[in-house]
């Protein structure tokens, strides 16, 4: 069994190889509203996805900019208008997502001065890369929405 030098928990919920970007975040959470009200094929306002997630209005106005140049959401004006996905949530993927909302990521320039240590380095970090890709296409905002359906259901809320 490896035991660590470092005096930290490395498995922790508070170690981040991977950073959730807010701009990656928010971008989820409105497409996660999106998609939960998708079959009623009524459009959602900003107004009315700001006051089921916490997003700041500035951000979630830019987000969604760029979410209908991009062609995954599409605005509709007027008295009913807002927003609403292009696609069945099913067909989009987390991945396809985090590229938009991130841009397509460049490869770090490997330096032409190359050693077994620093290969070995470089394909231990493209593995991690590969695994985190390969998870985040592995989900569907159709995914998301039902994993929080059953989460709904096993925590009821209680009024008073």
């Not at 030098?5 to 409105?30: G, H, M, R, W």
Request: contains cysteine; proline residues 3%.
């Amino acid at each position: 069994m490896y035991s660590s030098i470092i005096n930290t928990d490395l498995n922790s919920q508070s170690y981040a190889l991977l950073d959730l970007s807010a701009k990656v975040e928010y971008a989820l959470l409105a497409l996660l509203e999106l998609a939960i009200h998708h079959d009623k094929k009524m459009p959602l306002t900003m107004n009315d996805i700001a006051a089921k997630q916490p997003i700041p209005e500035r951000y979630l106005e830019q987000i969604l900019t760029q979410l209908r140049r991009a062609g995954v959401v599409q605005s509709q004006r007027g008295s009913k208008g807002g927003f609403l996905l292009v696609h069945e949530p099913w067909q989009i993927t987390l991945l396809e997502i985090v590229s938009l909302v991130e841009g397509e990521r460049k490869d770090k320039k490997n330096s032409e001065i190359s050693t077994i240590e620093k290969t070995l380095v470089w394909e231990i970090w493209e593995k991690a890369n590969n695994a985190a890709i390969e998870v985040l296409h592995g989900y569907t905002l159709q995914d998301l929405c039902q994993e929080r359906e059953t989460r709904a259901q096993n925590s009821p809320m209680y009024y008073i």
